[in-house]
């Protein structure tokens, strides 16, 4: 079943069309009516593990201060990065969203879009980054594609790969290769285990007929107009491996295993949020964890954190300093109080605010950093 919404000139799956997630898939937490599904529990939850023996106290501001950053200010917005909704085909177990299928409220409508491209042209940023959820199961992603595409930005898709199976996407690898979209896959592991596990049963099998059809459609060739980047999260409580290196091991192994190619690997660290920090309690893992993230603080990542050029607008419009700060219900504040809305962003204000930091933080400086674009030093 599908539906034709309008405005979108485009065949989107209804919700409950989505192909079931695989065994191994749990659902939202907000499916499952948890506390944890609120983002004052977790906040409240990683706060309340005990670090007093670790560097800094676990406290983030404090180890900021350490290194010489007496606060987080934002540099110019390079990358203008919009979360379409939590609507997603997948329920990943790691997933810092808490995206799945039954996310459908919150989704970004049309008006929204349109103040974002508005704010977009305000800002002079030269990056459109598109996530969700799965964004292109949003009415208005191919909107959006054009918009920015005609404006001349970088456009990337963060696409999960399967959704690239899903009836009435199925053109997406060539409609977007068209307008020279970069696409930003996830994939946990070149092999099935590592993928199966983080993302459910059969997932690894559908992963590879989607990265078939992004190389039938020019991606992972090294065309710079069909970018095909893949992104990994680690399969547990540690932090990623060596990045050249295991970038050359995953290139050979999907070309001599399963004849595919991509351009780039990129690793992000897990952030002790949402259905991930499940994962860390319930595996009890969350204390070793934080304490490894504390102790791995690297001062040379903090200036290329990516809140500092990245703007990050949840579905609503709300604005955040990043994705990660969006799934924590913290938003962006103005240095006079205040929050920002995409409908009116001043682009001054938010030249003067301090960027809202938290425990979590740790994640984004733990090791060689993380950001969206991978690694930091
Ligand atoms: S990690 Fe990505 S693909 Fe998985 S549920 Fe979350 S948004 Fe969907
Ligand atoms: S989570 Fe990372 S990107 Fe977000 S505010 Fe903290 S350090 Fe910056």
Not at 18 to 26: F, K, N, S, V
Not at 102 to 109: K, N, Q, Y
Not at 280 to 301: D, K, M, W
Request: with cysteine.
């Amino acid at each position: 079943m599908a539906d034709t919404r309008p405005g979108s000139g485009v065949f989107v799956p209804a919700p409950l069309s989505l192909p079931a997630a695989g065994p191994r898939a749990t659902r939202s937490l907000h499916a499952r009516g948890l506390p944890l599904a609120s983002a004052e529990v977790q906040i409240a939850t990683v706060d309340a593990v005990d670090l007093s023996a670790s560097p800094h106290e676990g406290d983030f501001s404090r180890a900021l201060s350490a290194s010489g950053w007496e606060a987080l200010r934002p540099g110019p917005v390079e990358i203008f990065q919009i979360n379409l909704g939590k609507l997603c085909n997948m329920t990943c177990r790691h997933c810092h969203v808490d995206a799945g299928p039954d996310r459908t409220e919150e989704t970004m409508d049309r008006a929204t879009a349109e103040a974002c491209l508005r704010a977009l042209d305000r800002t002079g940023a030269h990056t459109v980054d598109l996530t969700g959820g799965a964004p292109e199961l949003n009415p208005n992603f191919r909107f959006l594609v054009d918009e920015a595409a005609a404006r001349g930005k970088h456009v990337i898709d963060r696409c999960n790969l399967t959704i690239l199976l899903v009836p009435g996407l199925r053109d997406l690898p060539a409609w977007l290769g068209e307008r020279g979209v970069e696409v930003v896959c996830s994939l946990p592991h070149w092999r099935k285990r590592g993928t199966d596990a983080q993302r459910g049963d059969g997932t690894y099998e559908k992963s590879l007929e989607a990265l078939r059809l992004l190389n039938e459609a020019g991606y992972g060739s090294g065309d710079p107009r069909r970018r095909l980047t893949l992104v990994s999260n680690p399969v547990g409580a540690f932090l990623p491996a060596n990045q050249p290196a295991t970038e050359r091991e995953w290139k050979e192994g999907l070309r001599r295993e399963h004849d595919l190619a991509f351009d780039r690997l990129i690793f992000l660290n897990n952030m002790p949020i949402s259905r991930y920090l499940e994962w860390l309690e319930s595996s009890g893992n969350l204390e070793t964890y934080l304490q490894l993230l504390v102790a791995s603080f690297n001062p040379a990542t903090v200036a290329g954190l990516m809140c500092r050029s990245t703007l990050s607008i949840g579905c609503d419009g709300r604005v955040y300093d990043c994705d990660f700060n969006q799934m924590l219900d913290l938003p962006t504040v103005q240095a006079s109080g205040g929050t920002f809305h995409v409908r009116d962003l001043d682009v001054e204000a938010l030249r003067s605010r301090s960027i809202v930091t938290r425990r979590h933080c740790f994640g984004c400086t733990a090791g060689a950093g993380s950001s969206c674009g991978g690694a930091l030093d």
